[in-house]
């Protein structure tokens, strides 16, 4: 019976969602989005296929994103969704 604790535990540990993303917002306030069982490469993928979504409206808002393992991608997400960077030249 011993051992069948332990598997469970084990798979509800698997299974039991992550910790949410925090992203620091400009005014100072903390909004957070809820991780998927993918973990920080499914949300990115989620991010670059729904980039109207309401969760990708606030990582394209946010100014921070609180460090978690992999929160690099969710960085490379939001440069994504911002787009191309338009540099003034200053000539017409």
Known sequence: MRNFDQRLKKLERQLAPEDPVVLIMSDGSRKELPMTRGGMLELFRY?????DSPEAKLLRESIQILELGGSHLLELARALLHGPAVEETGKN
Do not use: L
């Open 47 to 51: 991010f670059i296929k729904n980039e």
